[in-house]
């Protein structure tokens, strides 16, 4: 008894949570099928392992700050054009993610250009990449007050250290020229290091008009676009097309 005690304390002092929580069971299991002590073991440390890795998912989870969990399996495809399913299903593997590729979703408000990148997003997640999820409108605050808010430095930082970064609703709002600047650098400093995605209600001709800045524009949709897929979807609004099946 007293050697359990001392190694379930051991377990903790060595911060191995995993194991400490199934120790009872893996030694009733290695009792009863009388396996080695090597098997013994390794089952031990892949407890542990396992339990970080899905610790660290759920922690990646909520550091994303996605709005709704949204997947490719409640998505459908027949509605809209501009993206397939097979063509879905191949960048699951989020290949994109490890060599810095972006992918740019434009088209009307309602058929699913924020489903598609939170779903992507949450499949980036589940592969062990760390993501951030944020609306443009958010992420200018965050850029504007990130030198005196320490919350707001914090996320930005997270932003930096990601693998991929969802920029949400480009285009519904007029983006000041301090918030244009700032977004720009952080863009620029994010080029070939984290992979982007982008959902616009504004086709990026017209990109330069909302920044006011057409030098900057350029520059900045040069970055988005050099390693990037581009997909302009159309379709009717899945929130009208919802409203009148209620009605
Ligand atoms: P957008 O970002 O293009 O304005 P959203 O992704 O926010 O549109 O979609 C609006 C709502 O409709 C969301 O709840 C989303 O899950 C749902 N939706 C949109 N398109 C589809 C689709 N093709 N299949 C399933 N749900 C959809
Ligand atoms: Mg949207």
């Not at 970080?52 to 490719?72: D, E, L, W, Y």
């Not at 998505?75 to 879905?88: A, L, M, N, P, Y």
């Not at 020229?177 to 984290?194: C, I």
């Amino acid at each position: 008894m007293k050697a359990y005690e001392q190694t379930l304390s051991y377990l903790r002092i060595l911060k191995l949570k995993g194991a400490a929580d199934r120790i009872d069971e893996l030694i009733t299991d290695a009792e009863r099928q009388k396996i080695s002590y090597m098997t013994f073991l390794n089952s031990l440390l892949s407890t542990e392992i396992t339990y970080r890795i899905t610790r660290r998912v759920q922690r990646n989870m909520v550091g994303a700050h996605f709005p709704s969990v949204k997947t490719m399996e409640t998505f459908d495809f027949g509605r809209i054009s501009g993206i397939g399913k097979s063509e879905v299903v191949n960048l699951l593997d989020c290949h994109w993610v490890d060599n810095q590729e972006n992918l740019l979703f434009f088209g009307p408000p309602g058929i699913g250009k924020t489903h598609l990148a939170i779903a992507f997003g949450v499949a980036a997640v589940e592969k062990g990449y760390k993501v951030c999820f944020e609306r443009v409108t958010n992420l200018m605050k965050l850029l504007k007050t990130s030198e005196i808010q320490k919350t707001a430095e914090y996320r930005i930082r997270r932003i930096m250290k990601s693998s991929l970064m969802i920029i949400d609703e480009i285009g519904y709002t007029p983006i000041e020229k301090r918030e244009a600047n700032l977004f720009f650098n952080l863009v620029s400093e994010m080029y070939e290091q984290t992979s982007i995605i982008v959902t616009s209600n504004k086709s990026f001709e017209t990109w330069a008009e909302m920044m006011g800045d057409d030098v900057m524009t350029t520059a900045l949709l040069d970055r988005l676009l050099h390693h990037a897929r581009v997909f302009t979807l159309d379709g009717e609004s899945y929130r009208i097309q919802h409203q009148r099946k209620e009605e």
